[in-house]
Every structure is written in C-alpha cells, then in structure tokens.
T-cell receptor, first 113, second 115 residues
C-alpha cells in the first residue's frame, strides 16, 4: 500500500517558470489537500478538494492552481514561479470522515532562483 | 480566524522523563484535533486524533487530551526515549473542507531526548 505519493522529491526552478507538483493516493480517499511549510510559519493550506471535480481555496492560494479529475490524483500547478514560493510542499488525503486522520506524503522541496 | 499556539517551541529532556506538550487554539468550533510527528526532512505521521466529543485518546506511551471549551489540548509522552526526538505538531480541524474539516497547524514543539 503506497499511501500518498508525491513527485518530484526535489526541484529547482528559475523565476517565471511553471511546473506541476504531482500527488497521488491509492486509498480511495475523497478529501485531498496541499500545504506549504516554511520556517517559522508552520504548515499553511493552499487548496483542497472534497472529491473529483470539486476544489476550493485555502489560506494561501495565490499563484497556485489545482484540479481534481480523478479521485486518485490532485496536482498542484505553479503558474509563474516566484522566489516567495520556495518552500516544502506537502500533499495529504483522508476519507470524508472526521474520525479518520489525514495521511501525508513525504513532501516536495522546491527552490525558486 | 483560527490561531494555534504550541508551547514550548523547543524542549530538551533526558531519557526516561515524562513530558507534556501544550497546544491552544482560539476557535472551539472544531471537528477534531490531531497530533502529528515530523522527523527532519520527512512528512507528517499521525499520532492521535481526538474527536470533538471526546476528552482523550491513548496510544502506547502517548496520551492526548482535549478541552474544547477552553481551547486546549495536551500531548503526554511517558518514559521518553531518544527515538521520540522529533517535532510534534498540533492541528485542530475547523469547519469547512466538507465533513473532514481543514487542518490548522501550530508551529510545533521540537523535542530532543538525550540518552
């Protein structure tokens, strides 16, 4: 059971480039989310989805796009990378059941030069 | 807006000590509260989940309590071991995000257990 898989693990981009961070889960979870983790800031919610075709914004959505065409995948797109988006990005998933915990991937470490 | 505070920010203890990590939150309208562990360079591992109607949960040497009305949760670690060294994160699930709720994280307590 792979759980939540994030790719790539590391990426370096130049300012203005675009890229997609991939997130896949094999647990048939309805809820998926993206967080960024910055030193001294804790984890902050970027976007989330409660099912295929449904997405919504979190606390820090600017500069990021998401889509949810399947239950398994929830990619995060950086439209035009900026140095302020240098961070560690985590994807999480869970059933739509508040008695069940969220499962996190190992993260993508992204540097924008 | 939900604000989550974790005290202390860092803690260093000798092996074998019992210890308490504190978490406070400003909005008591939560679905549940989750405690996670994060090792350096790794993702988050779920330790305990306390539903809003519960007062505590236990798993092995870990015990978490929840006082929703006062906006407080504590994580108690018994007989600490060097392998417990990690950052511990508290995250209440606020209303929104469907029936799961979106997690709001504290900045964590970095624990170091010395042999």
């Amino acid at each position: 059971n792979a759980g939540v898989t994030q790719t790539p693990k590391f990426q370096v981009l130049k300012t203005g480039q675009s890229m997609t961070l991939q997130c896949a889960q094999d647990m048939n979870h309805e809820y998926m989310s993206w967080y960024r983790q910055d030193p001294g800031m804790g984890l902050r919610l970027i976007h989330y989805s409660v099912g295929a075709g449904i997405t919504d914004q979190g606390e820090v959505p600017n500069g990021y796009n998401v889509s949810r065409s399947t239950t398994e995948d929830f990619p995060l797109r950086l439209l035009s990378a900026a140095p302020s988006q240098t961070s560690v990005y985590f994807c999480a998933s869970s059933p739509q059941d508040r008695a069940r915990p969220q499962h996190f991937g190992d993260g993508t470490r992204l540097s924008i030069l | 807006k939900q604000e989550v505070t974790q005290i202390p920010a860092a803690l260093s203890v000798p092996e074998g000590e019992n210890l308490v990590l504190n978490c406070s939150f400003t909005d008591s309208a939560i679905y549940n509260l989750q405690w996670f562990r994060q090792d350096p360079g790794k993702g988050l591992t779920s330790l305990l989940l306390i539903q809003s109607s519960q007062r505590e949960q236990t798993s092995g040497r870990l015990n978490a309590s929840l006082d929703k009305s006062s906006g407080r949760s504590t994580l108690y670690i018994a007989a600490s071991q060097p392998g417990d060294s990690a950052t511990y994160l508290c995250a209440p699930a606020e209303h929104g995000g469907g029936s799961q709720g979106n997690l709001i994280f504290g900045k964590g307590t970095k624990l170091s257990v010395k042999p």
